[in-house]
């Protein structure tokens, strides 16, 4: 049975796992997940995750969710060899480290500025701003830290893509991030290095502008986390 990947279009977490699918070069089926509709919300998708969140991936009637699980999973279950995700402690506790600060640092403070206030109803504000510095700094400090080409390691692996996918979402709306000069180099090499993989963050950055400019009517959602603009 071919891998299924249900996701959305512009979500950074179903933008990584894409990435790392096409990074390994694994067959795959993409099911698209139709957020204004809602189809993440029903008790049908809730028996792939109860979390109701996306993405998830279908191996043959084993569900996982979490992008990092899902990214993790592949590459130990179907390229044990790849660098994506190399099994020696230390480089893989480097790649853990980074999707860990991404997802709950990095990705967290940025998205709050940068996607919550496109699709529900958030103001942006300057505490929130600050907190994106804030983790910008950080990341450049890691990067300095490391001394290395990509986020992780001297090459690519699973840890750039989310990465790399949160910030986008900064160039999306047009937040000026070039004064943290190692974060500003790491994303544009990502971009000149790795056109097919860009590509995918790119479709999305577009999508989402649009989303900036002409926020969507959410107003049928009764999402059960955030609140709806009406």
């Known amino acids: 049975m071919v891998l299924k990947l249900y996701a959305v279009s512009d979500g950074p977490p179903s933008l990584s796992v894409r990435q790392t699918l096409a990074a390994l070069q694994l067959p795959h089926e993409l099911v698209s997940v139709d957020y204004g509709a809602g189809e993440h919300l029903t008790e049908g998708y809730a ?5 109701k ?4 991936l279908d191996d043959d009637g084993f569900f996982l969710s979490e992008s990092n699980a899902i990214m993790q999973y592949l590459c130990d279950k179907y390229k044990r ?5 190399p099994t020696e402690a230390k480089a893989r506790a480097i ?3 980074r999707m860990c600060f991404n997802l709950a640092s990095y990705y967290a403070n940025i998205s709050a500025y940068t996607l919550a206030p496109i699709f529900f109803d958030y103001e942006r504000s300057s505490l929130g701003l600050k907190k994106v ?10 990067l300095a830290r490391l001394g290395a080409r990509h986020a992780a390691a001297d090459h690519l692996t699973i840890a750039d893509f989310p990465l790399v996918n949160s910030t986008m979402t900064l160039e999306a709306i047009n937040v000026d991030f070039s004064k943290y000069e190692r974060v ?5 090499d990502f971009k000149r290095n790795y056109p097919d993989l860009w590509k995918i ?3 999305a950055m577009k999508e989402l502008k649009q989303f900036s400019a002409h926020p969507p009517d959410l107003s049928n959602l009764n999402h059960p986390f955030h609140p709806i603009r009406h």
């Open 184 to 188: 500003h180099k790491w994303y544009n």
């Open 47 to 51: 028996q792939m995750n109860p979390q």
């Open 201 to 203: 963050s790119e479709d």
């Open 133 to 142: 510095h804030l983790v910008l700094e950080v990341f450049d400090t890691y």
């Open 95 to 97: 790649i853990n480290q």
């Open 53 to 56: 969140e996306i993405p998830v």
């Open 81 to 85: 060899d790849s660098p994506l995700y």
